[in-house]
């Protein structure tokens, strides 16, 4: 379960971000390519969590799908399974997105949200 492992980088940057704060709410961007199994997330942040500030959080992922460039053909496409051109075939490919995992907000007890400054303008945010 890979999941242990990715939960435990989102709660180090979690925890950093809070100052120790009780944290609320978490939400992450992940890629599809990393083959998170949300349930299984969710088991490993309890698990990881636990006697933490963050170990009553729920985790919101947003999954993002992947999306590659072929170097053979440069034909850009969100591929169905394997990273593989879907127009001539080619594993000779550039991921574009999809393999990402990235803290995009906390939101601590009492209300306050703290945003990913990295993210500033790169996704509009629904509230």
Not at 24 to 34: A, I, K, N, P, S
Not at 59 to 64: F, G, M, N, S
Not at 90 to 101: I, K, M
């Amino acid at each position: 379960m890979h999941e242990v492992g990715l939960c435990e980088g989102v709660l180090g940057v979690v925890l950093e971000a809070s100052g120790g704060r009780p944290v609320r709410r978490v939400r992450v961007r992940v890629g599809t390519l990393l083959r998170v199994w949300p349930e299984s997330f969710d088991q490993a942040w309890r698990l990881v969590g636990e006697a933490t500030p963050a170990e009553d959080a729920a985790v919101e992922l947003d999954e993002v799908p992947a999306r590659i460039r072929c170097r053979s053909c440069r034909h850009e496409a969100e591929p169905e399974d394997l990273p593989l051109c879907p127009r001539c075939g080619s594993s000779h490919v550039d991921v574009l997105a999809g393999d990402e995992l990235v803290v995009e907000e906390v939101e601590l007890e009492g209300g306050a949200v703290l945003r990913n400054p990295a993210l500033d303008g790169s996704r509009p945010k629904e509230e």
